[in-house]
């Protein structure tokens, strides 16, 4: 047999999942997976005994056990990671020293702190798979669509650009609760995608400056501002979860540079140059459809560009190395940050 | 379009502050919207001019302009078709709660107290057994009670939709026993049961796959020139729409969400077959007045 028909044949089998954690996102992945042709959702790992009890029903045909190492033996391709931020370290490493599968995909961030991450990255590299964090605005049209004008030079020299990060989660509360911290805090849950997109768009930056503002006894983030730059470029950040208005998260930069300026968010990109051109871009007008949409389109994207990526044994978007850039800023803001 | 009469609604995303345009549009809408007086008018004034009903989600927002209405149109009694769960504000809770544990719990208690008693009675042996169907039975009863208590015992509620998230996640998911269970129930209460969906050619796939009776059904899903929202894309949704006759389907986002000017949004989905009807979200009077007097007076020639 040749190797391009052996290929093809390996390529008709369908890529067998495991998923750990079956909160909102484990779900929403679930569901994802099992509408693209290719892929069967074969295990599931859950420490909730209610949610293993539902999820037998819900799940046919995929085992659905309580403890990771049960999911060796299923044969499984690829594993998704889908547990509070403060698990992903250990739950990696026994993926990883049990062999449980060689693709990994965790949800942001890759880890609690940069150490850990630094480790993750290194066992990656030994598993000689797929490894990809969930920042899925890489994969919304309007960003991606930022990222083509950037590498493009249409605004020429890159000079500033202020960035934020904004949702009402908790605008209506008081005070934070403790469970806030298992998201990141407010860095970790917002800040997290606005870094890896600013590390996207213009490469390495340098942390200037950082305050971090709290409003519980409980010591939570709730807000932070930093300033970075990179050789002549100058950034800030802004980020919040108290803000009001921002019924679902929003994130968006305002760019400038020698030959004009360009804003984008999740909605809708506008760019403004100073020789008179002007342009202002909805998701409307950038092909945001998708074979199966739930939730947002960059999630269908995300997880196809996954799948792909292992079956084509193809470079994936944001992999561990990349991720754990994000967890290094985040790391050093926390480290140097005034807080108030 | 159907031969029939034409089912013409009014939406509630503005009164949520939901635009699928951006959040900066939403932001940027008159602060009158969130005011409860001020939407159940909007309401009112889209019934004077050619709504037949009110599609709304159920959450204390649409409550609360229900019950203003009730107030207000004593003389009739208006065609309501809800949405449940109003999944957005869930996932926000489980921001807060923790989880979907969290959610559940909440949800529960909310139940429990309820003095709905077939609810009451659903819930705990759907809890005891750990029974979806029974959960689901539990939860749509709750869901209806809220709804009678807030427009009284004349409520005329047409539909009861299956919100997307839901939607999508069963059909991703062959929960094909979800859907008759749902079906079935909401059947039995003499309301339509009804599905919203942005993927709708997988929907039509899945149903004829499963060998679903759709005569019983509604689906509300996006039908606009511009293909906006319609998964996989503009031309499979279109060949979908042919080979489904016996649905009753209301397309929503037809202006793609005000992107489209009303005339030429309204001139494309009146070409389309097998719509039975149009959801439209109205935030001003002059809105309210202008698109529903040019939707009437399109599909009524």
Redesign the interface.
Known sequence: MKFGELMKILKDVPLKVGIIG???MG?LH???L??LGNVRVLGLCEK?R??R??SK????GAEVVDDISELSGLGIDAVYVTTPIPSHFSIVTRIFSERIARNWFVEKTLASNYVEAKQLCEMAKCSHGIAMVGYMKRFAVTFRKAKDLIDSQVLGDLVSFDAYAYS???AE?KET?K?SG??GGVLGDLGSHIVDLAFWFFGSLTLDSAKIGSRGAAGSEDKAIFCVSQADLKGNFSVSWCET????P?FGFIIRGTNGILSV????LEIKLKKGQSERL???DLN????????APEYYREDHHFVRSIIDDTMVESDFISASKVDDLLGQIKNRAEYF | MTNKKPILLVGDNPFHGISHLSQEHSRNRNTEIKNVEYASDLVIKSLENGAGGFMFTVSDTTLSILKEMKKKRRDSQLELYAIVPYASEYVRLATQLGGIMGIAKKIGKEMITSLNFGAIARSIKGISLLDVEDLMKAYLLYEMSKIKSAVGKQTNLVSVILHEIITEMALALDWDWLFKAYIDFVSKHGIKPGFETRNFAFFVKKFKTWDMDCRKILVTTPFNKIGFQMNPSKLECEKALNMVSDFEIIAMSVLAAGYLKPAEAIKYVKSLPNISGVVLGVSREKHARESFKLLRAAFET
């Open positions: 079956l909160g909102k779900l679930a569901s994802i099992s509408a909730s209610v949610m009890r539902l029903k819900f799940f046919k009402s989660d908790f509360i609760p469970i298992a998201r208005q921002y019924r679902m929003e968010n999740d909605d809708v909805f998701r409307h945001d459809n998708v074979d199966f949409l739930l939730g």
